[in-house]
């Protein structure tokens, strides 16, 4: 069984006293939640706060990016061992508006997965097609394509690896993708998984939906099986819409 994962991207929002604020709004609105799992993952200048504010609280830290190199000349860049020592435990990898407009291609991708992995963080790898790609009908092909060039030469184990998918379109636009829309995309990247890797591997990755996830729509995403959980960016700038969506079943 795959516990629902709730993932909070704040993208490049919020400076210190706002990340603190939200943490002291949003713990109290998670009472009594069971049986679900919630990450935030703020801008890299709130991370030392938050650690100290989600402590001894179910949430846990996760990062925007890394880079892959640990150490060194890297003018700008923040490193796998970096992140730990911050307290985090996951890392987005591939986000489309890196692969957009910091122009961040499936090498680069590749790396930075390899780097998480290697430090026990927890990857997000993001994949997804853009409007004219679903247009085309190609957006099966796209997202099997970045799956192989993203995991070229990495070995998982179960437990190591999260996938998010989401669409272009949808991110940030508020025209989300039809659920079964969704479900499908997530049964064609847990195929592919499974012939890259193992069915088992497959079976054991939390695959999330993200575009555009709201407290309105967040229980027809989850409903459907294939559907782990979502990569909410906008929504989860409120600390009262993000709880609504982490109580998804009490909706
Ligand atoms: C995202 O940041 O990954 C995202 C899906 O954003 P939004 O929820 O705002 O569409």
Redesign the pocket.
Known sequence: MRKALFIA?W?MNKKIAEARKFCEEFLPLLDNVTDVETVICPPFTCLHVLSAALQGSPVKLGAQDLFWEDKGAYTGEISASMLLDAACEFV?VG???RRQIVGENDTVINRKLKAALDASLLPVL?IGETLQERENSMAMEVVKEQLHRDLRDIELSEGQLLI?Y?PVW?????V?ASSDDVRKMIAFVRECLAKMFSQSLADSVRILY?????EENIKMFLSKEEIDG???????LQAESFAKIVRYKEI
């Not at 949808?170 to 508020?174: D, E, F, P, S, Y």
């Not at 993200?210 to 709201?214: A, E, H, Q």
């Open positions: 991207n993208k987005i986000h489309s508006e993001c998010a989401e949808a991110i940030g636009t508020g989300n993200g575009g555009s996830v709201n979502a990569l909410v960016g906008g929504a989860s």
